[in-house]
């Protein structure tokens, strides 16, 4: 399990380097199919790589033991929560750094993601749920807003 997270460090190290490389400052010598192939390839790969690592990072903790028991006054609901607000800031982060909105907009996915499970499979976590739903708001009005930054819509550039 640990060989796997530093598996997946690694794979999240290379394809960030790969996407921030896509995505610097424009290249005039490419046309628009490799420009989007390449920098929406390597920008929704290394947002799918960057939740992963973070699940596979909450596994490896929760497997050697930081678990509901040993952490007082959290339960794995809250801890859930926290990881959440923790993504959300990654994920926003890296968007703006980059102006990205993309590997950003993985995130809203995710978060879909979460809900449905949730919502299909595991009812009884309401507070989970109602934060998800906030974070997915929160998040499509941020995305929105760099969309329109990146595209020059707003002005300010």
Do not use: C
Request: aromatic share 14%; no cysteine.
């Amino acid at each position: 399990m640990s060989i796997a997270l530093i598996d997946i460090f690694a794979m999240l190290a290379t394809n960030t380097f790969m996407m921030y490389k896509a995505t610097e400052t424009p290249n005039t010598s490419i046309n628009p199919v490799e420009l989007i192939s390449m920098q929406g390839g390597f920008s929704i790969y290394s947002g799918w790589v960057t939740a992963a690592t973070i699940l596979n990072a909450a596994y490896v903790l929760k497997r050697i033991g930081v678990a509901d028991p040993n952490i007082p006054y959290f339960d794995e609901e809250q801890i859930s929560v926290f990881v959440l607000y923790v993504a959300f800031i990654i994920y926003n982060w890296v968007a703006y750094n980059d102006r990205n909105p993309v590997y950003g907009g993985v995130f809203l996915w995710v978060l879909v993601a979460i809900e449905m499970n949730l919502m299909n499979n595991e009812p009884q976590y309401q507070t989970l749920a109602n934060h998800a739903d906030i974070l997915r708001i929160a998040h499509t009005l941020s995305m929105t807003y760099l969309s329109f930054k990146v595209l020059g819509l707003l002005g300010d550039d």
